[in-house]
């Protein structure tokens, strides 16, 4: 084996170490997850853009036409543009909520003490180990017209009738923000290392009252961490698919519910296509005002 | 009281925490129900979902090919990952940085546009609805994982000792078997759990690739959701919230017990 004796000897410090092109070994080691990389990322991808301009057929048929118009569709067809709206705007709406759910979370984890808060840490994050299908099942059971919350309010006489909790938009809003809290409570937590009490109590023998020192020290030192789990639940609950698809119940027409229809039942690859791209921008979109705020705290 | 904790941001933080878990607990009480539909709190108990749950073949073929697809998923994960982590953490080379990222995009992509992505080339390869294109498929959401964990836990550990066992006489290959992979095996006991749950819990790109007569676990139970509502979920969900409870714990045992091998 010629090829081992030309690994780059280690012994040299690293900045002198040659940086040699392609050392033989290091191509053998990277050729399986290359080849794993381009047959199910590189070339799908590739393939989804193309396929995107093309006239659109349903049955899975594909022509040889390109065009534009399964993308001038999201302009002049109110549906698809109303999809469009509603998405970001659910989108939107799930990411403050999470972010209010989240934030007391993560703020109580910093200041508990070590003994809990490790205990508490693995209960925060738990949930991301359980399956999406078993925890929206959860918000079935809970919200459904013979759900808990139903049940409870009609046995105490609160209501009559069951009030319609889930397949509208309202269940996929509370599904989505129970589903997210742990990514944002992540995001927070890694982003609260600047806070620091002596600052507070500072603020504090100045006189600033608690909401004082929330609005002005603890919410502005925290904002790095808010900015980052923001970006993190906007995107996936623009690209969430089962809490919708679930606790929808085909009533609540999303981007991504409405690529895997026009994929899987109607077949029109080309308009799922389109759809998808249109979604992959919007994350463009996301990332830049991203990066617009984040460039603004330093 | 600077920074203490109040009592009513205790109550809220309670609060938050039983709407954080609800959905998890709630399966729990349900799937003793004995009732034929979903009503909670039930109005009879029993195991009689947990029985029909065993006696539904669908479901047991489901879960014996998630179970299978799993764990051929994590020896390819950790075939194609540590190698690639390997050459990107410990040698340099032209386009590392590229190769990094470009290993590791996969994660950015939302699953739902690389479950179709997937779906358009695999119509071509004729893989869709077979169990090859499900292993390929499973490997693009494993693979990010492994490269990442395994060029962090090589990270963590110096060169040096590398090093001191190179001057020592010992040949490149001795060394990477007999110092730098033991080193690297909390990381690779990691990746390896991760790598498994992951592809026994993908459920968004298998739906686009799975057919009729090939059902991952995840996509049974999501078309069961789909098309009725009775208690057999939940008795299907506790199993694998304990399942999944009780990797986690032999996965904390075994990776304590490595480190303690390991000093």
Same mark, same amino acid.
């Given at each position: 084996m010629s090829a081992i004796t030309h690994? &780059?000897?280690?012994?040299? &410090?690293p900045a002198t170490a040659p940086r040699r092109r392609f050392p033989l070994i290091i191509v053998l080691l990277l050729v399986p997850m290359a080849v794993v990389n381009l047959a199910a990322f590189v070339l799908p991808v590739l393939r989804l853009g193309q396929i995107s301009f093309l006239e659109s057929r349903s049955g899975g048929v594909l022509t040889d036409v390109y065009t534009f118009g399964n993308y001038l569709d999201f302009f002049t067809d109110s549906f698809n543009f109303g999809l469009v709206i509603n998405s970001l705007w659910i989108s939107f709406t799930v990411t403050v909520a999470t972010l209010i759910c989240a934030y007391p979370i993560a703020l109580f984890l910093h200041r508990v003490s070590p003994v809990w808060r490790n205990t508490l840490f693995v209960i925060t994050v738990s &949930?991301?180990?359980?399956s999406s299908v078993v925890r929206t099942y959860g918000w079935m059971v809970l919200l459904? =017209? +013979?759900g808990l919350i139903n049940g409870s309010l009609l046995s105490m006489g609160l209501i009559s009738e069951p009030v319609r909790?889930?397949?509208?938009t309202l269940g996929v809003f509370i599904g989505l923000v129970e589903i997210l809290i742990p990514y944002m409570a992540l995001a927070l937590i890694a982003g609260?290392?600047? $806070? =620091? +009490?002596s600052l507070e109590e500072a603020a504090a023998s100045l006189g600033a009252n608690a909401f004082t020192r929330f609005r002005r020290i603890v919410f502005p030192l925290t904002l790095p961490g808010v900015a980052l789990g923001c970006l993190l639940c906007f995107v996936l609950a623009i690209s969430s698919f089962i809490t919708p698809k679930l606790l929808g119940g085909g009533r609540v027409f999303l981007l991504a519910t409405e690529i895997f229809d026009q994929a899987i039942? +109607? $077949?029109e690859w080309p308009r799922a296509a389109a759809t998808s791209v249109i979604v992959l921008i919007i994350f463009g979109f996301a990332l830049a005002v991203y990066s617009r705020v984040v460039r603004r705290f330093d | 009281m600077i920074g203490k904790i109040s009592v009513p941001f205790r109550i809220v933080v309670i609060f938050l925490y039983l709407f954080l878990l609800a959905p998890i607990l709630v399966v729990l009480p349900l /799937?003793? /129900?004995?009732?034929s539909y979903l009503t909670f709190p039930p109005e009879s108990w029993g195991v009689r979902w947990y029985v029909a749950m065993f006696q539904h073949a669908g479901l047991i073929n489901a879960f014996w090919l998630s179970l299978g697809i799993a764990s051929v998923v994590t020896a390819l994960s950790l075939a194609v990952g540590i190698p690639a982590a390997y050459a990107i953490g410990r040698h340099e080379f032209r386009g590392k940085e590229f190769a990094l990222s470009l290993f590791t995009a996969? %994660? %950015? %992509?939302?699953s739902i546009v690389l479950g179709l992505a997937i779906l358009l080339v695999f119509v071509q390869a004729r893989l869709l609805g077979t169990v090859t294109g499900l292993i390929i498929a499973h490997l693009i959401v494993t693979t990010p994982y492994v490269v990442r964990i395994v060029i962090t836990s090589l990270s963590t550990l110096p060169p040096s000792v590398e090093e001191a066992a190179t001057m020592l006489g010992a040949s490149p290959l001795t060394v990477f078997r007999r110092i730098t992979l033991p080193l690297m095996a909390p990381g690779i006991v990691a990746s390896a759990a991760l790598s498994f749950l992951l592809s026994f819990d993908e459920v968004v790109i298998s739906l686009f690739i799975t057919g009729p007569r090939l059902t991952t676990l995840p996509v049974e139970i999501f078309n069961y959701v789909e098309s009725q509502t009775d208690p057999m979920t939940a008795a299907i969900s506790v199993v694998l919230v304990t399942a999944t409870l009780v990797i986690i714990m032999l996965i904390e045992r075994t990776l304590g017990l490595s480190r303690t091998i390991g000093k």
């Open positions: 690994m &780059p000897t280690s012994i040299a &410090p &949930p991301l180990l359980v459904g =017209d +013979q909790l889930i397949n509208n609260f290392g600047k $806070l =620091d +009490q039942i +109607q $077949l | /799937s003793f /129900s004995n009732d996969p %994660l %950015l %992509l939302p």
